[in-house]
């Protein structure tokens, strides 16, 4: 089992590093990651996450669903590998107590590095084609990926006291928040700015109200104010608000949380409870098409996240992902509680970044890639627990 647990450490760290680069890469270590990460937790019966039962009821609702109900064969393709991806959530409950530490130090350690070659490549599409575009990915991807390295920066500069260079560390904070910030997307802002108030929390309980604190407040609002200034979309957006025109402003998200409704009132007045209780499937609105059309090209009812989740999995799957949310927000509390613990920076880096993902999720579908990465976060935080 000791070279198992050493072969999953690397396999996942290299998991990590390409999902900076390489969705084919990211996806093939996981391949190799998630059989051994999940025999090993069945074999050593250590799989009691507190995220375990939420997030197995949700896939295993929405699966059901699609099973009884979901004609797109499209889709199906896109509900397999969120079932299988989203099993790195065990992963690391494979690893030993040494070896998830160990993970951890690498992830802080490299992401910073990782984090650079990310911006650079966005900053040189960005200034010589006018468009966001990182190793893969869109928008919101970029903003997920440059959470880690965001925080991790942090994490060195406050805690690596003993170095003569850790003001560089600030500096590529700043890079990083700014480059997350530059496409303007509203889910990944509110992330970055809650995931600050929780570092700023941890930080203070830590050290108090000092000038480092007060230095980092200020960075996030220079990154927000530099992103913003003289934004095009800020001025639509400010323009919608202004003629109070809040479907435009919320990207079409209310009218597609109309044509959700259309679904629910048909199915309660036809007495298809079925469909309440689980669902109409991962993606009904290619089969249904009751949208106008300017909107028939959405796969999925992407609108407000509660009724996102009850559109593909009913009630019980809006259960399951409330009950995920509410679990993330007592890890959150539990690892701030403890602000003796020597681990405490590594799980305030950890933390943050996730709530970066999570906000995103409030938005748009319970599902992108990259949810691999935090979902082994989630893990490797419960397992930081264990370690104080």
């Given amino acids: 089992m000791e070279k198992l647990r050493s072969f999953l450490l690397y396999t996942l760290l290299l998991a990590f590093i390409s999902s900076f680069f390489s969705i084919t890469l990211f996806e093939l270590f996981l391949v190799l990651a998630i059989p051994i990460g999940v025999f090993s937790v069945l074999k050593e019966k250590t799989y009691n996450g507190i995220f375990s039962i939420p997030l197995l009821g949700h896939l295993s609702v929405i699966t059901l669903s699609s099973i009884l109900f979901l004609k797109v064969k499209q889709q199906w393709i896109r509900l397999l590998e969120q079932d299988f991806f989203s099993l790195s959530y065990f992963t690391a409950f494979g690893l030993d107590k040494k070896r998830a530490k160990k993970l951890v130090e690498y992830i802080l ?17 960005y200034f010589s084609t006018g468009d966001f575009k990182a190793f893969w990915g869109g928008d919101f991807v970029i903003g997920n990926i440059l959470a ?90 400010i323009e919608h608000l202004s003629r109070e025109d809040i479907n435009s402003f919320s990207s079409n998200r209310i009218l597609i949380a109309k044509g959700a409704f259309e679904l629910i009132r048909k199915a309660w007045e036809e007495g298809d409870y079925a469909k309440l209780l689980i669902g109409w499937g991962y993606g009904p609105q290619k089969q ?86 935090f979902y082994i976060i989630l893990a490797l935080i419960e397992k930081m627990e264990k370690l104080k």
């Avoid at 003569?164 to 303007?184: Q, S, T």
């Avoid at 802002?189 to 000038?211: C, P």
Wanted: aromatic fraction near 20%; charge should be positive.
């Fill in 288 to 373: 249904y098409k009751n949208l106008p059309p300017n909107l028939q090209f959405i796969n999925e009812y992407e609108s407000f996240l509660p009724l996102t989740a009850f559109i593909n999995g009913g009630i019980l799957n809006l259960i399951f992902v409330v009950w995920f949310y509410f679990a993330a927000v007592y890890l959150t509390y539990r690892g701030l509680k403890n602000s003796c613990s020597q681990f405490l920076g590594m799980k305030l880096v950890l933390i943050s970044s996730v709530w970066v993902n999570l906000v995103y999720h409030l938005f748009t579908l319970f599902w992108v890639p990259i949810n691999a990465i």
């Fill in 109 to 125: 350690t490299l992401s910073p590095l990782l984090g650079l070659l990310v911006s650079v490549k966005v900053l040189y599409t």
């Fill in 148 to 237: 880690l390295p965001f925080f991790s920066s942090l994490y060195l500069f406050f805690f690596k006291k003993d170095w003569n260079f850790r003001y560089i560390f600030l500096l590529l904070g700043i890079l990083f928040l700014f480059v997350a910030f530059l496409p303007i997307k509203r889910s990944v802002i509110l992330g970055f700015i809650l995931g600050i108030l929780i570092f700023l929390i941890g930080i203070y309980k830590l050290f108090g109200f000092s000038r480092k604190v007060l230095i980092v407040l200020g960075l996030a609002i220079l990154g927000f104010t530099i992103s913003i200034y003289n934004s095009p979309k800020v001025k639509i957006w």
